[in-house]
Structures are given as C-alpha cells and as structure tokens.
C-alpha cells in the first residue's frame, strides 16, 4: 500500500516580489530663487518623529540629492519629519540645519490578494514646514496629492 501526498500552492498563496507596495512619499528639492530649477541638498538627512522619538530613515542618511522617497505612517492620518541639511553626528550628537515638516492626509487600505494582503494609499490633505528665520526650508507645497505610486513627486520643497 502507498500513499501519494501532493502539496501545492494555489495562485493566491504566493506574494510575488512584483507585486505592488505602500507607496512612499516622493519629495522633490527647489531653488527658493528660482523655483523652476531643481536644487541639491548637500547631506541630506531624514528622521520620522514618532511618540517624540526620533527614527532616521536609513536610506537617507548623509546624502546629496534633489529628491527622495520617504514612507508615511499608516497607523495615524499624519508624519512629522525632521529634514537635516548638512548633516553630521558626533558622539551621539546629531549636528546641521534643522527643518521640521508636518504632513496631514487621508489613507485608504487597499485589498491586492489574499497571500499579499493589503497596502495603503494616502491623500495629502494639508504640509506645514516650521517658518523660522533661521530654517533651510523657506517653502513647502503638494503638488500632486493622490499618493498611489512613486512615478512622480508629491511634494516639492524650496530651499
């Protein structure tokens, strides 16, 4: 007597790694001068503020760029970040110019397969950047506020 025992998975059991994510949030950098023109920032750093503790976003650590991507909390409508221009830590100090950019939106789950679950997409609602004089941010705007991909910028930031 034998027995012949066939595992298999059906279609829905497997996330595939193409399979749609959350999108992040796509930031692009301006000139305050000329807001046509696209401007790097020389080491750049990104920390989310979450429950007052600071989280830097790893990828964005020290970096010269004119854009980048950052994820938004899907456990709340809002993200507060700390953008850090010429960023650098000594003995667990961090140092560089500081901005704080605070962003309200709506999110909306959505179901893609029983193996991948489900993801979030978000709706800007409103960005407020603080207004000190002595910020590196001197302005903060949506430009697109359907946060669906990461194809495009959401929101561009004049410095």
Not at 68 to 87: C, E, H, K, T, V
Request: hydrophobic letters at 40%.
């Amino acid at each position: 007597m034998s027995f012949l025992i066939i595992i298999s998975c059906e279609k829905d059991d497997i996330c595939p790694d193409s399979t749609q994510t959350t999108p992040q949030l796509v930031v692009t950098f301006y000139d305050a001068l000329d807001p046509q023109q696209s401007k790097i920032v020389e080491s750049l750093a990104v920390y989310a503020i979450k429950d007052s503790e600071l989280i830097l976003i790893e990828n964005i650590n020290g970096i010269n760029t004119d854009s980048i991507a950052i994820p938004l909390r899907n456990d709340i409508g809002a993200s507060n970040f700390r953008f850090i221009r010429n960023y650098s830590v000594e003995n667990n100090i961090i140092f560089g110019d500081l901005s704080h950019i605070y962003i309200d939106y709506e999110m909306t789950d959505v179901f893609i397969s029983r193996a991948c679950g489900f993801i979030t997409n978000y709706s800007l609602l409103s960005i407020l950047n603080d207004n000190y004089a002595d910020t590196w941010i001197t302005e903060s705007e949506i430009v697109n506020p359907v946060v669906t991909n990461e194809n495009q910028a959401h929101v561009k930031i004049l410095h």
